[in-house]
């Protein structure tokens, strides 16, 4: 019930800015229609396509979530310079409590961002299938890490530090290494190792996989971003108990 209680306390929370939250839904809509637009005037041009929408869209579902993590590190930063997580340090809510409440609210804005960009590419040339629906579940992984990310930084610094970092380095992390613009495989040596040690990459690759019924790779790509999801949420526990302790 505590819990349920503080996600609850979350999610108005989010609400409360309706224009930060619209932002977060419909920029990568924005970005989707931006780079279709691009990819049909190339099209016409040089008889050549350079964003095919059945790649084009899982790509922009994974990067939307970047986005995510500005949301959970400003949340919890928030609530760090206020009282009230003063106040919610006497409560019984344990460390992870705290991080499984803070991540429940956002998982569905998460989910929702992607929904949102799949129907748009309906009526850009997406084929309808029930593979979406299996693309949605396997942004899942991609989208804890995201919120995870965002929850450790939130913890460590201000509001003003998680803007520039969860704002820009991030979301420039997440762009580069993320093979939606490019494939990281045509740039060999430290790039393309780097890219790989990233999750950004391979959860593109699941969800493009998933988008084109390549069901068997699905699993070799989700395992590593699994992983990260995994050692970042316990990461970011762990970080916040220490707080906690320290605070108390």
């Not at 990260?228 to 108990?241: G, M, N």
Request: proline share 4%.
């Amino acid at each position: 019930m505590r819990l349920t209680a503080f996600a609850s306390r979350n999610t108005k929370e989010i609400l409360r800015d309706p224009l930060t939250f619209c932002f977060g839904l419909g920029f990568p809509v924005v970005l989707l229609l931006l780079l279709s637009a691009i990819n049909s005037a190339i099209h016409e041009q040089a008889q050549m396509t350079m964003f095919n929408i059945d790649k084009l869209t899982p790509g922009i579902t994974v990067f939307g979530m970047s986005f995510i993590s500005l949301f959970s590190s400003m949340l919890i930063a928030k609530d760090r310079t206020t009282s009230f997580m003063m106040r919610l340090f006497t409560s019984p809510l344990k460390a992870h409590e705290f991080i499984i409440g803070y991540t429940l609210p956002l998982l569905p804005m998460a989910i929702l961002q992607s929904a949102v960009c799949v129907v748009v590419a309906f009526f850009l040339g997406l084929d309808v299938s029930v593979n979406i629906l299996l693309m949605l579940a396997v942004n899942i992984p991609i989208a804890v890490v995201f919120i995870s990310l965002g929850l450790l930084i939130g913890t460590l610094l201000n509001e003003k530090a998680v803007g520039g970092i969860c704002g820009a380095l991030l979301t420039n992390l997440s762009a580069w290494f993320s093979n939606i613009w490019f494939d990281t495989a045509m740039i060999s040596g430290w790039f393309k190792s780097f890219a790989n040690a990233l999750p950004f990459a391979h959860a593109v690759n699941a969800a493009r996989d998933t988008i084109s019924g390549n069901y068997s790779d699905i699993m070799p790509e989700l395992l590593p971003v699994c992983g990260y999801a995994v050692v970042l949420l316990v990461l970011a526990a762990v970080v916040f108990s220490v707080m906690m302790k320290r605070n108390k």
